[in-house]
């Protein structure tokens, strides 16, 4: 009785998982990075000819496609998880409405934003579809913010479908997420009750939580998280990768120590950031265990980057050890190129360096 959905992390199929996880369902994710355009190949083309995320297959083997029919579809499947008020209700109705509106007119904004060449035949014109894209979904957003009833969720007391559609959705097309949590309350209060519950809590803190400066009071557990991040890595290196004995206590204090963490307050990630010689490195990413390849590592990457160009760099640096090859992989794909190789303070590392573009 699996559920295969195929989405990225953070993505229209980000609504559905946390559905799936409402309803308690069993589900296979299949990962496509709209990064690498993975959802342009077409083996996807196979699976959606839309070549858009998400795509659901039900048990029985029935594509969905589109997340609005996504959406119903797994609160017909799965009526005891009440994901829909009942059926002919004022309550249905309001859902179903806002629903459609996300689904039909915020998407198509969002879309415009993310891709603007594909909406004119001039590619000079771009940048002024990208622009009138950014106003139309605070237009949107102000709208839906102005109508929604008293809270905390956005039908009220009770979740329902739309609010996780209003979790993701409101945390997209980059600036918007932050204009919405500047500009509308009640999206916020449906975004702060939403991401709390435990179907949505993990989802929210890999893609949505921010990266915060760690405290002092978070040394201990900073550090029980890379001994827990590294350990698979021991027996691969021979020997404990260095960040297993760095003094976070003293990171910490250097303002070099960077966490997210749960709505409970545990650590599910950390970045460790340095500039040393003139350059800026990437010194440490870790991720707890159960966040393992599921984009909380590449968001905290691209804080880095974004750090390093904030303080005026052209590139940052990393190493790894030089036996860690999934890793040396993973940073190739994010653009790392090597830069060299040598033995440093007992370890045998690699050097890696991305060129940031302005
Ligand atoms: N109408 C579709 C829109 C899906 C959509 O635009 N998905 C985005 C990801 S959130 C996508 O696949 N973008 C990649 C692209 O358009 O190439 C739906 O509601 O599911």
């Known amino acids: 009785m699996t559920w295969t959905l195929f989405g990225d992390w953070n ?3 980000t609504i559905l998982e946390i559905l799936l996880n409402e309803a308690g369902a069993d589900v296979a994710f299949r990962p496509v990075s709209i990064a690498r355009d993975q959802q342009l190949s077409p083996s996807f ?20 496609t589109e997340s609005l029919a996504g959406m119903l579809v797994l609160a017909e499947h799965f009526p005891d998880a009440r994901l829909l008020p009942p059926a002919a209700t004022p309550a249905r109705a309001t ?44 237009r949107l957003w102000a709208l839906l913010d102005r109508h929604l009833g008293a809270g905390p969720y956005a039908l009220g007391e009770t979740f329902s479908a739309l609010d996780a559609q209003i979790l993701v959705m409101s945390r997209w097309s980059n600036g918007p997420a932050v204009w919405v949590d ?5 999206i916020v209060e449906v975004v702060r009750a939403t991401a709390a519950r435990p179907s949505a809590a993990a989802i929210w803190t890999r893609n949505y939580a921010p990266i915060r400066p760690a405290r002092t009071d978070e040394a201990d557990a900073v550090a029980s998280l890379v001994e827990a991040a590294y350990a698979p890595w021991v027996a691969v290196v021979g020997q404990r990768p260095g960040p297993m004995d760095d003094d976070y206590a003293a990171r910490i204090a250097r303002g070099e120590a960077h966490v997210v963490a749960e709505p409970s307050g545990a650590l599910a990630g950390l970045v460790v950031i340095e500039e040393k010689g003139g350059a800026f490195w990437l010194d440490n990413v870790a991720t707890a265990p159960a966040y393992a390849g599921k984009g909380l590592g590449r968001r905290l990457i691209r804080f880095a980057e974004a750090e ?16 860690m090859e999934r890793n040396i992989a993973l940073y190739q794909g994010l653009g790392y190129a090597e830069i060299g190789r040598g ?15 302005g």
């Open 308 to 323: 390093a160009r904030r303080r005026g760099h052209g590139a940052i640096r990393l190493y790894t050890h030089q036996r």
């Open 95 to 138: 859902a179903l409405r806002w629903m459609a509106f996300l689904a039909g007119e915020l998407y198509g904004a969002v879309g415009r934003f993310d891709y603007p060449e594909r909406y004119t035949t001039d590619p000079a014109g771009a940048p002024a579809v990208r622009e009138s894209a950014v106003a139309e979904t605070r």
């Open 343 to 357: 033995v440093e303070h007992g370890f045998a590392r690699v050097f890696m360096e991305k060129r940031l573009a």
């Open 182 to 186: 500047a500009h509308c309350p009640r």
């Open 45 to 64: 083309a196979a699976i959606n000819p839309m070549q858009r995320l998400p795509a659901l297959v039900a048990p029985d083997g029935t594509l969905v």
């Open 11 to 13: 993505s229209g199929a």
